[in-house]
């Protein structure tokens, strides 16, 4: 079966920090990848997918970069985070062929101060 | 993708069913309805999508009007678990790859 992973969980940072979070799936391979942002009382906004190594999408402008270096792993990174940065950032995945269902990870709670 | 209206918040006593409808009047032939939930402080769930027929799995049924303009999620005996957020999506499923979410409907099941 398959299984994405994501760490840290929570996370408090102070402004102009640097980010990591990273995303991994288990159990598939050659997923699409996404990265997805709800701020606090907010619906879900889709920052970065992926289908393939080194492959990257940006849907919003942002300070925030993404990477994929392996098959099933993917990162978010920040050079400098901003206050607006806080939210729940999510991780997704996909079939390549069927793109019906997207399965979401745990998520993290990032809280920039 | 197609814009959708929920309402934005529904109550449901635990063992009866839960109705929540979804408006995408400006629904396209090739565009899927799907529907999520996000129960709190989780990743969301996918839960059924349908394209024109009436779909039912383990989870849920779905009902799409015949003029595919508005839908119907149902959950047939909502227990408390079932308490979350649920989103109303369309899009085309072989060519997007994002899901648009909204605001969706904050479901409140009551013992």
């Known amino acids: 079966s398959q299984t994405i992973h994501q760490w840290p969980a929570t996370l408090v940072q102070p402004v102009g920090s640097p980010l990591s979070l990273e995303c991994t799936v288990e159990?598939?391979?050659?997923?699409?990848l996404y990265w997805y942002r709800q701020a606090a009382g907010r619906g879900l906004q889709l920052l970065f997918y992926s289908v393939g190594i080194g492959q990257i999408s940006s849907e919003v402008p942002q300070n925030l970069s993404a990477s994929r270096p392996q098959d099933r792993q993917f990162i978010l990174s920040s050079k400098k985070l901003l206050l607006s940065d806080s939210g729940f950032y999510l991780c997704a995945w996909s079939r390549t062929v069927s793109y019906n269902e997207q399965f979401f990870g745990p998520g993290t709670r990032l809280t920039v101060l | 993708d197609a814009k959708t209206t929920q309402p934005t918040s529904m109550d449901c006593a635990e063992g009866r069913a839960a109705n929540l409808p979804c408006n995408h009047s400006?629904?396209?032939?090739?565009?899927?309805v799907y529907w999520y939930r996000q129960i709190h402080s989780q990743g969301p769930q996918y839960i059924i999508h349908?394209?024109?027929n009436n779909e039912t799995n383990e989870m849920a049924s779905l009902i799409i009007t015949e003029d595919r303009k508005s839908s119907t999620l149902i959950l047939p005996h909502a227990t408390l678990r079932d308490t979350a957020v649920y989103y109303c999506?369309?899009?085309?499923?072989?060519?997007?790859?994002?899901?648009?979410f909204g605001t969706g409907t904050r479901l409140l099941v009551s013992p």
């Open positions: 159990g598939t391979s050659n997923p699409n």
């Open positions: 349908g394209l024109k």
């Open positions: 999506i369309v899009r085309v499923a072989e060519r997007s790859q994002k899901l648009v």
């Open positions: 400006t629904i396209s032939g090739n565009e899927y």
